[in-house]
């Protein structure tokens, strides 16, 4: 792929080490003109296969095995791969056979995995399980912890020796659970002042050593309001920060923080139109997100709040087909408005925003629910037939990457956007990237067992998007099938792709199609 502008190399890596090890026969490596890769052959009895990235030192893969230990524990492998997917080691981990994985988080030399009960769970006294993998001398150490059974989860965070699990309980204020999880005390903070109210996220301020609680808090029968509660290491509430949307029409629909220092805090997030109260807080297809918001909070006080209608930015246009455009134009034109009075009413999911060249850059993925109807005959009480549709759910349709980039000032710099063209999926979380090298970012995603790629500078497209394919293992490897693919930032320029294959290879002695988790190593190259 040869690029005059700006070079971009995805290096499905075949040169950076003499060989790489297949975890099903560690003892022969593959040929260097191969690519980084693993297979581990995937059944229908085989659990989900994760990872949880370690920078430089590798990453762990770990899943969930059909190996019991007794009536009530199972086996969970961790298995250790370097940067070259060598693998290191393996261990078991006893777990509850009713919990399932809930969530990661990596510090500078500890994994740390947060397992939950499943709904409705009978005879199990625990009901969170929270395993540190220490990666300089890989021991693992694990913690038990009960929450009351009529809590729903909202967040989980690691600072210093402690873990907190937030929850949210029904017209009741929200909790952090935190645990000490060097002397296993457990201890249960209420935040939201006495109101009923619910938490968006929480943040480790790991810079200043404190907590950033994001909240929706109820002061009446719907009237909602956002704040920032500021906790200390042990839960104690160090300030309370009123943040508002400034106009009555307009809601937030999530909030982040990024800490600047002791005194500032840069909130950010996205908002729709409409009054407040309307707005579930955890309601993933709500469709009502009109466009992005930034401020800054210095000393406890909201300053100078930027709201940016996706229908203000420069490449908006990219996002709607000429009839929505002419439609637009029309509503204009008959109120005698401006764009911003106008949404788009999207799904998005909100990336942690990155701070770049002095700017911060907010990026959203937008998605749309698909169904398909699904006809069948009925018969009425008289034996006449008639039909009937259901719809069915087929996935979550992924459709564009939208970015921003503001000032220190709140101001927009540059904007830009991703197109999707083949993603769907029955799972919801960001599957895009970006990677600046200097003023230019590379954005991509994984689909199909190819990486799609684009090359922007701000407003402008550098390289239009392109596709190439992700190395198989043997030459004359067909791809048959994929699905749960991922590629996720590892170190450096290098990422990982992973997900589940279907592959077929007809110049094997072997004929029939085989079915397995992979994960290769690749690179962005400038």
């Known amino acids: 792929m040869n690029r005059s502008a700006f070079f971009l190399l995805i290096a499905i890596i075949c040169f950076f080490s003499s060989r790489a090890y297949s975890q099903n026969n560690p003892s022969s490596g593959q040929p260097t003109d191969q690519p980084v890769r693993i297979e581990i052959p995937a059944t229908p009895e085989t659990g989900t296969y994760e990872i949880a990235t370690l920078g430089k030192e590798g990453f762990v893969l770990f899943f969930k095995s059909n190996e019991p230990l007794n009536d009530s524990m199972v086996k969970w492998y961790f298995a250790k791969y370097d940067e070259n997917i060598r693998q290191l080691w393996v261990k078991s981990i006893p777990v509850p056979g009713a919990m399932e994985f809930v969530s990661k988080l990596a510090s500078a030399d500890t994994l740390t995995f947060l ?53 949210d309980q029904k017209n009741k204020p929200s909790h952090v659970q935190i645990i000490d999880l060097l002397s296993g005390v457990v201890t249960d903070h209420q935040v939201g002042q006495g109101n009923t ?48 949307p400034v106009s009555a029409n307009r809601f937030f629909r999530d909030v982040g923080f990024l800490p600047v220092n002791r005194d500032k805090i840069i909130a950010y997030g996205t908002y729709g139109y409409g009054e407040a109260q309307k707005s579930n807080p955890h309601n993933t297809q709500a469709g009502d997100v009109a ?64 701070f770049h060249d002095g700017q911060f850059v907010l990026f959203v ?76 970012a590379i954005l991509s995603y994984l689909a199909e067992g190819k990486i799609a790629s684009k090359i922007i500078q701000e407003n402008e497209v550098s390289e239009p998007l392109d596709f190439t394919p992700v190395g198989q293992m043997n030459p004359g490897d067909k791809l048959v099938s994929d699905s749960k693919n991922r590629m996720i930032p590892w170190y450096d320029n290098y990422f990982l792709c992973y997900g589940y294959q279907e592959i077929k290879n007809i110049a094997l002695s072997d004929n029939s199609n085989r079915r397995v988790f992979y994960c290769t190593k690749i690179r962005f190259e400038p």
């Open 115 to 167: 397992f939950h009960a499943k709904a409705k769970t009978r005879n199990l006294y625990y009901s969170q399980f929270i395993l540190r993998l220490l990666t300089r001398d890989n021991r693992f150490s694990g913690k038990f912890t009960r929450v009351p059974d009529d809590v729903d989860f909202r967040g989980f965070q690691v600072l210093g020796r402690n873990a907190y699990l937030c929850f």
């Open 197 to 244: 109210s619910s938490i968006l996220s929480i943040t480790a301020d790991t810079m200043n050593g404190r907590l950033l609680v994001s909240m929706k808090k109820q002061f009446s029968r719907g009237t909602y309001e956002n704040y920032i509660d500021i906790l200390d290491p042990a839960g104690s509430l160090l300030n309370e920060i009123l943040i508002s």
């Open 291 to 354: 466009g992005l918001f930034i401020c800054p909070v210095v000393n406890g006080i909201q300053h100078n709040i930027t709201m940016t209608n996706f229908l203000e930015l420069k490449n908006a246009d990219k996002m709607l087909n000429a009839k929505e455009i002419l439609t637009l134009k029309k509503k204009k034109e008959k109120n005698n408005g401006s764009v911003g009075d106008y949404s788009l009413n999207l799904n998005v999911l909100m990336h942690p925003v990155l």
């Open 365 to 440: 993925e937008s998605y749309s629910p698909e169904y398909q109807s699904q006809n069948y005959t009925e018969f009425d009480f008289y034996g006449r037939p008639y039909t009937v549709s259901v719809p069915v759910f087929e996935g979550y349709r992924y459709q564009y990457g939208i970015l921003a980039a503001y000032s220190g000032e709140g101001q927009v710099v540059w904007d830009n956007t991703m197109e999707v063209r083949n993603l769907r999926a029955f799972d919801l979380f960001p599957r895009q990237n970006i990677f600046f090298s200097g003023s230019r």
